[in-house]
C-alpha cells in the first residue's frame, strides 16, 4: 500500500501523505477536515489565566466590595451630592 495521495499543495506540490480507498490522503479527502484540526489545536493550546492571578481585586469572593473600600484611596470616598435626576 504505497499509493500517494493525488492532490496538489498550495505550492503546486503533490502531496505526499498515503491515499485512502478514494485516491486522497485523510486532509484532501475530507474538506472540512482541515478547518477542525485547526480548531482542535487552537482550543488545546489556549491558556487563560484564572481571574484571581491576573486581577485578585477583581475575582469574585467573599467582602469583594468591603476590599474594594479598604483599598480605595480617600478622596475616592468623598460623598457626592445627589442630583434631582437619581433616585
Do not use: F, Q
Not at 499509493?3 to 484532501?28: D, I
Not at 477542525?36 to 469574585?60: H, I, Q
Amino acid at each position: 500500500m504505497n499509493r500517494r495521495c493525488k492532490a496538489k499543495k498550495k505550492s503546486g506540490e503533490p502531496c505526499r501523505a498515503v491515499a485512502g480507498a478514494n485516491g486522497l490522503c485523510n486532509l484532501h479527502g475530507i474538506p472540512t477536515r482541515p478547518a477542525e484540526l485547526g480548531r482542535r489545536s487552537g482550543r488545546s493550546r489556549r491558556y487563560v489565566l484564572p481571574l484571581e492571578k491576573t486581577d485578585p481585586e477583581l475575582a469574585p469572593g467573599k467582602g469583594r466590595a468591603a476590599r474594594l473600600i479598604k483599598h480605595s484611596p480617600p478622596h475616592c470616598l468623598a460623598v457626592v451630592p445627589r442630583t434631582n435626576n437619581e433616585v
